[in-house]
């Protein structure tokens, strides 16, 4: 009997499946990244248009419930366990009390942490200066009117604000020093470099941050770390030992490559104690970034060496 001969798959095309199959994987992937970015775009949207209307937009401070009334809208209401503490917070601060006092007294008058300890001195002082218990709040850099009920009167607040001034309590004697980086992919894009400094301007000012230099790239791309202003910010980073915080407008300013920033980039700034402030992130989204990573693993490693980037040895 003759044997029917099977066909059989070439080392070729055994490799040219393989391809197809990580190259199928790479578009899934970046489909579900666009999809969780379009995503993300759309509740900020909606986020920033509820801030618009006066209605807070984030988790309720303390003093405050997030709720869902009647309509089915979320919003905050006062929380009136907690809410005559943080009057009581401030009536103590008008009176002349610091801040280890109005710790200890509202602690003795059953105020608690969630362990259930004193609330941290940082956190009473971040209470006196929030402006979201006179009836406003900031989303994105911007200032809005809420339609939530006050806690206190502002004529209260400004009094606080100002002995705080006086005590030079509200910047710990000195301000936290800042830089500002900006970035556009390319030069016509003035108006979108202006933005980004004029926001992070003003994200600044709101927590009293000095800025003390703004670093700026035109028309240079996010996938390579060649950037004249940003190896100059770096730079000047491990050069001033009191800077506190880099300033960009969005993550993908700084990069778009997750393992720049994983070799080259994070290293810098845990070692020299900076922190990344990114003001349009209002929360995290670790499942961008696991995709990113899981992008990242499928390419070349040797397509992604840094070999531009002067600070490799950080690492």
Known sequence: MEKKLQPTETT??????AIDDVLKQRIGLCLAEFELNNNREMV???LLEKAKRGEYPLKA????????NSSGK??????NEIAPFIKKAFELCADGKSIQEIRDKLYELGFRSKKGVKVPSLKIQDILQDI???????????QYDGIHQR???????????????????LFKNKPKKVVIYARTASKEQKFSLDMQIEQCIKFAERFGYTVDKIFTDE?????????PAYNEMVEYCKSNKDLYAVITWNFDR??????DYMQCIKPIFKNQKIKLIIPTETNKYPENELLREMVLSLEDKNQIKCENCIYKQAV
């Open 254 to 259: 700084l990069t778009r490559n997750y393992r």
């Open 12 to 17: 070729t095309e055994s490799q040219n499946l």
């Open 74 to 79: 979320r919003t905050i209401e006062v929380d």
């Open 61 to 68: 401070p303390l003093g405050y419930k997030n709720i869902t």
């Open 44 to 46: 900020k949207m909606g």
């Open 132 to 142: 979201i218990y006179i009836g406003k709040f900031y989303y994105l850099g911007e």
């Open 219 to 227: 028309g240079k791309s996010a996938y390579s770390l060649d950037r």
């Open 151 to 169: 806690l206190i009167s502002e004529e209260l607040f400004n009094k606080v604000q100002n002995i705080l001034e006086e005590k030079k309590i």
